[in-house]
């Protein structure tokens, strides 16, 4: 994935990328009062375990190692458009199983992720669409990622998607907080990148930030995408840091 690492930004470039995104995504909403437990300013995380997934049963996981496939592991926005990337994927030859799951941070996607490897072994490229729920506790998803790493080894590419959320039905205080803590996900991950050769990023908050229009336009609510316009430029993004893997 050389021609998308030479354009990774700086760190200074990714909290203006995440400022500017900010300042476009605040609205007129009534004040909202943090908990006590809301240390990072974006609430709580509530209970994932009851929301919705996407998982792949044992055959397709089985085919896709065997097939130079990918294994997807990601939150509610690879639920609502896993099918549309696997299609894309399909297009050009190539299997996608996946372990998405509404609501869920990192550390349990990391949890899947080896669960898959024992069970199973994986495929050459692993694609990680989670980071989102991690604003809640950003300081907790360094270390899932080095995780990450451990588990996958040298000799597999690792493709993770970064962040953007400012939850625009949210009190403005609570948007700014989603993206100062969308950029510090981000930071982690550029840090991560320069760490593990192995490790490439598909800038989807770069991509979103590059024009403020994108962020009404490929965002429904600050989060999820349109579909099917930001369905198809964060699948397309994707599909481009998969076939560079």
Same mark, same amino acid.
């Given at each position: 994935?050389?021609?998308?690492?030479?354009?990774?930004?700086?760190?200074?470039?990714?909290?203006?990328?995440?400022?500017?995104?900010?300042?476009?995504?605040?609205?007129?909403?009534?004040?909202?009062?943090?908990?006590?437990?809301?240390?990072?300013?974006? !609430?709580?995380?509530?209970?994932?375990?009851?929301?919705?997934?996407?998982?792949?049963?044992?055959?397709?996981?089985?085919?896709?190692?065997?097939?130079? !496939?990918?294994?997807?592991?990601?939150?509610?926005?690879?639920?609502?458009?896993?099918?549309?990337?696997?299609?894309?994927?399909?297009?050009?030859?190539?299997?996608?199983?996946?372990?998405?799951?509404?609501?869920?941070?990192?550390?349990?996607?990391?949890?899947?992720?080896?669960?898959?490897?024992?069970?199973?072994?994986?495929?050459?490229?692993?694609?990680?669409?989670?980071?989102?729920?991690?604003?809640?506790?950003?300081?907790?998803?360094?270390?899932?990622?080095?995780?990450?790493?451990?588990?996958?080894?040298?000799?597999?590419?690792?493709?993770?998607?970064?962040?953007?959320?400012?939850?625009?039905?949210?009190?403005?205080?609570?948007?700014?907080?989603?993206?100062?803590?969308?950029?510090?996900?981000?930071?982690?991950?550029?840090?991560?990148?320069?760490?593990?050769?192995?490790?490439?990023?598909?800038?989807?908050?770069?991509?979103?930030?590059?024009?403020?229009?994108?962020?009404?336009?490929?965002?429904?609510?600050?989060?999820?995408?349109?579909?099917?316009?930001?369905?198809?430029?964060?699948?397309?993004?994707?599909?481009?840091?998969?076939?560079?893997?």
């Amino acid at each position: 994935m050389g021609s998308l690492r030479a354009l990774k930004p700086n760190r200074r470039q990714l909290f203006v990328a995440g400022a500017a995104a900010a300042v476009a995504g605040v609205g007129v909403v009534a004040a909202e009062t943090a908990s006590a437990a809301d240390l990072y300013g974006s !609430g709580e995380l509530g209970d994932w375990t009851i929301l919705s997934r996407s998982i792949s049963t044992a055959a397709t996981v089985a085919y896709v190692r065997d097939h130079d !496939g990918v294994c997807m592991f990601g939150d509610s926005i690879a639920v609502q458009d896993g099918k549309a990337l696997a299609s894309k994927l399909l297009g050009r030859g190539i299997s996608l199983a996946v372990h998405n799951w509404s609501g869920r941070p990192t550390m349990p996607a990391v949890d899947a992720l080896e669960n898959w490897a024992l069970k199973y072994g994986l495929p050459r490229r692993i694609l990680m669409a989670t980071g989102t729920n991690d604003i809640f506790n950003p300081p907790v998803f360094a270390a899932q990622v080095d995780r990450t790493m451990r588990i996958v080894g040298s000799n597999r590419k690792v493709v993770w998607v970064n962040t953007q959320i400012s939850r625009v039905a949210k009190s403005a205080a609570i948007q700014v907080a989603d993206q100062r803590n969308s950029a510090w996900i981000n930071s982690q991950l550029h840090d991560a990148e320069k760490k593990y050769p192995n490790l490439d990023l598909v800038r989807w908050a770069e991509f979103l930030a590059a024009k403020p229009s994108r962020l009404t336009q490929l965002l429904r609510e600050g989060v999820h995408t349109t579909v099917p316009a930001g369905q198809d430029a964060r699948n397309d993004l994707i599909v481009q840091g998969l076939l560079a893997a």
